[in-house]
């Protein structure tokens, strides 16, 4: 069963669109933001939480699981859904990012890129054929072709070439796809250059892709206005009717600004990791539950959130359970700042059918970052 | 609501006896193994998880709570239930084996016991009163005695001495404690002595308890033998109205051997420590998941297993969370591992309604340790 996308609406005064996903009898709406779980596990937690979260798409990574159990094992298993118990849809990513910045790529040829296996410093090669025989095998419902990463700094030039071998990588994972209920991103790439995203996009869109992908937008956190322009200069040329994927975008203005400019999927490991230390994403900004003043906080984290956490829980709790490095903290936060980036594409979502997502945007910016935010 | 007890049969050919506990409305049964909850939370679990695998009487750790957050804390929370969100009924211990074995005493006087906070390196005394007026602030159900915890190997005269040491410090105890709805527990101490045990037992059945406990029997691991000779020489002098603890231990046979010398309630680390080293209880005997062999092993720990982990997931998956380090691996096998010794007490109870305890300790030890269990 193949997932089906149906754009539904688009807003008035931006690019934002709503739209629906089918899947499994059941239909999950867009903009959506992605939990992340590398292992194939999302870090702590079981899949009966993520739905009860209203998780959908769940995000889960090649390298992590080629390397280990191994791709064989999970088909084996009778695919990721079967092996990690979920039966909501499943994105894998392509390896690429793992290997341009967690493996350190010792050789970038036509072929492939040759690099060392973090957990053991074996040699390996991973070429697009190889990044979509491993998804096949995964069975995953969305897979990503496999891109050079380049590094945010890259220059024009390297950018340059860099698009166009991605391309050409894009076209051989396209031809090596064989899984008939998967469906295959290409990915636009062309850092902060309007002519190279325009490039790439349109050169992508004409392979003919299922849905499309904006990568190198994560690894630069220095400006947040390229971001945001290398999102239009990619979704200008993107067809309407595909999905549109911000890879590794979770903060909550960028994931606001992405969906201003048309983008429909995000995913980010940071709602987990800031939970595993001691962070809350409230409405009126990230708080650290390290913070003493957390101590006697009989308080949920947040007193209209309706999560797990905050419906039995208080911050003097999970702060000890921090404190005292007890896995339930993080399990706690985990499940209330997964669920505080959903319900804000909730929000999202409804200030789209009602067309006020600029409105949306302004006063969250201000309760989250305050009134003085991008102000110089 | 102070918790009840009411023993419901011996069984005909041993001490074991079937009892029943009303706490908030609800009725549970012993023998009955307790999880331990050490720093207010089953290490990686949630109270839902805890009930959905039949636990009842957890156990939390009053040195522990204490140190931090610090039980003042805990009581302006409503109390331990309130704090970690537990209704059912939560024993706590005295603070007393923590200070002998983790915090190194530093100096054992009449009044009580310095030693060195494992956290910081601060000087503290801890007196018999303290560790009532530190559990009376947590709000258990089920209060220690401050016992002292002498070595294993501790000569006889020093452990006549300490007997009566323990004596008067549960008489202190009891004096000092004000908690009309928690049970105090006397504990008996006497190593593997039958006329210390016997002293240390009649005489604090004259002092009067709501229950007793039987310490000193979880440090020795050379020899089972001694410890069964302890449950004996301390159950024969208690009253059989009242509940009988045998402290921190869990090991299986040894959870029958006490419930055939007239135990009602066991607690150990055990299951989620095995689980955070990847290691499973099943009949037949306790299996290391980390092993090559469970790689493709796709059926559950225990097919007959009604556990969370066994309904939906195989070793192999379990398998590679634990190699991963993924958290979800130690909470799967945390809720196998519990549920293993509940179902323990389970069939246990079971076989002393048909008085027939010896027939399935001899089967289960066939099964666990194999034919040669116990020969030289």
Not at 97 to 126: C, M, R, W, Y
Not at 172 to 188: E, Y
Not at 286 to 305: G, R
């Amino acid at each position: 069963m193949k997932l089906q996308f149906e754009l539904q609406k688009e807003e008035k005064n931006t690019k934002a669109r709503l739209g629906t996903i089918h899947y499994g009898g059941k239909i999950y709406e867009t903009p959506m933001f992605m939990p992340v779980g590398t292992q194939a596990t999302v870090k702590t937690l079981s899949p009966e939480e993520l739905k009860e979260m209203k998780s959908a798409i769940i995000l889960s990574n090649t390298y992590h699981l080629w390397l280990r159990p191994g791709e064989d094992i999970v088909k084996e298993a009778g695919g990721l859904h079967k092996f990690m118990n979920y039966d909501g849809p499943i994105l894998t990513d392509s390896g690429g990012f793992q290997v341009f910045s967690l493996a350190k790529p010792k050789d970038i040829t036509e072929e492939g890129v040759t690099f060392k296996n973090h957990l053991n410093g074996d040699k390996l090669l991973l070429t697009p054929e190889k990044s979509i025989e491993i998804q096949n095998k995964l069975d995953s419902d969305i897979a990503m072709s496999f891109d050079e990463c380049p590094p945010a700094n890259a220059s024009y030039s390297y950018l340059k070439q860099s698009v166009e071998r991605t391309l050409r990588w894009a076209k051989r994972g396209k031809i090596a796809h064989q899984n008939p209920n998967q469906m295959l991103f290409g990915i636009v790439q062309g850092g902060y250059y309007e002519d190279l995203r325009k490039f790439s996009a349109t050169e992508t869109v004409k392979l003919g892709f299922d849905g499309y992908s904006i990568g190198g937008v994560a690894n630069d956190h220095e400006s947040k206005e390229n971001m945001y322009k290398a999102f239009s200069y990619s979704t200008t040329y993107l067809p309407k009717e595909k999905l549109r994927y911000a890879m590794g975008i979770g903060e909550p203005i960028d994931i606001i600004e992405g969906v201003i400019r048309g983008i429909d999927l995000f995913d980010c490991v940071s709602p987990t990791r800031l939970a595993r230390h001691g962070h809350a994403l409230t409405k009126d900004g990230q708080v650290n539950l390290k913070n003493a003043k957390y101590k006697k906080d009989f308080t949920p984290i947040e007193s209209d959130c309706d999560c797990y956490a905050c419906k039995n829980y208080t911050k003097a709790y999970i702060k000890h359970l921090i404190n005292a490095s007890e896995t339930f903290g993080a399990r706690l936060l985990s499940i209330h700042n997964i669920r505080f980036l959903i319900r804000l594409t909730e929000e999202i979502r409804e200030s789209i059918k009602t067309d006020t997502l600029l409105e949306y945007k302004e006063e969250f910016i201000k309760r989250y970052y305050g009134e003085n935010y991008g102000k110089k």
